[in-house]
């Protein structure tokens, strides 16, 4: 069954750039949409972005102007990168596959287990 | 922007309870919504999909139902695994989630 894991540095600190990969295991990353998903401390959840493995991507509009997201299919692997972090960015990251039919619209599964990122000096 | 919201925000049961949570949205998202579980230090799992289709491997006693505005999702024998905090989803566009509603047993 496919598995994905997040991988990347958990301390970054203020005004830097938060990188983080999630590697895809047990199947192709060349279908399917893939996205993240991020929950600070003890709170909810917040979608990121997500994008299909041509590389056309989309965000969410709170977050556009400081998010990317790619994909290199060579490598069975997708990336985040946030900029201009702030304490407010600290979190747990969740990548997932982004799964879609007409009749349903979009769900997540499966997630990755999650990655703390704490945005401090 | 479409919200969402959940109630009530908590709940405790016993196990054997029939447990119902609701889901509003603050306009018409038809039938785009779904519902996942989350265990604490673990991460959501998808139950419910498209407002009423089970996720493969999730327990039949988990159900959803609704469309429009209002939702809910029931567990019909509640079990001592259940404890966990439950979110729906508008599940287009912003992907918004609700707050959650935590289930002690």
């Known amino acids: 069954q496919m598995q994905l894991q997040e991988s990347g540095p958990g301390l970054v600190k203020p005004s830097e750039t938060l990188s983080l990969a999630c590697t895809v295991s047990?199947?192709?990353?060349?279908?399917?949409?893939w996205g993240w998903i991020r929950q600070p401390p003890g709170r909810g959840l917040e979608w990121i972005g997500y994008i299909y493995y041509t590389g056309s991507a989309n965000y969410s509009p709170s977050l556009k102007s400081r998010v990317t997201i790619s994909v290199d299919t060579s490598k069975n692997q997708f990336f985040l990168k946030l900029s201009s972090v702030t304490a407010a960015d600290t979190a747990i990251y969740y990548c997932a596959r982004y799964n879609y039919d007409v009749l349903s619209g979009w769900w997540f599964d499966p997630w990755g287990q999650g990655t703390l990122v704490t945005v401090s000096s | 922007d479409i919200q969402m919201t959940q109630s009530p925000s908590s709940l405790s049961a016993s196990v054997g309870d029939r447990v119902t949570i609701t889901c509003r949205a603050s306009q018409s998202i038809g039938t785009y919504l779904n519902w996942y579980q989350q265990k604490p230090g673990k991460a959501p799992k998808l139950l419910i999909y498209g407002t009423s289709s089970l996720q493969s491997g999730v327990p039949s006693r988990f159900s959803g139902t609704g469309s429009g505005t209002d939702f809910t999702l029931s567990i019909s024998s509640l079990q001592p695994e259940d404890l966990a905090t439950y979110y729906c989803q508008w599940s287009d566009s912003s992907f918004t989630f609700g707050p959650g509603t935590k289930v002690d047993l």
């Open positions: 047990g199947g192709s990353i060349n279908t399917y949409y």
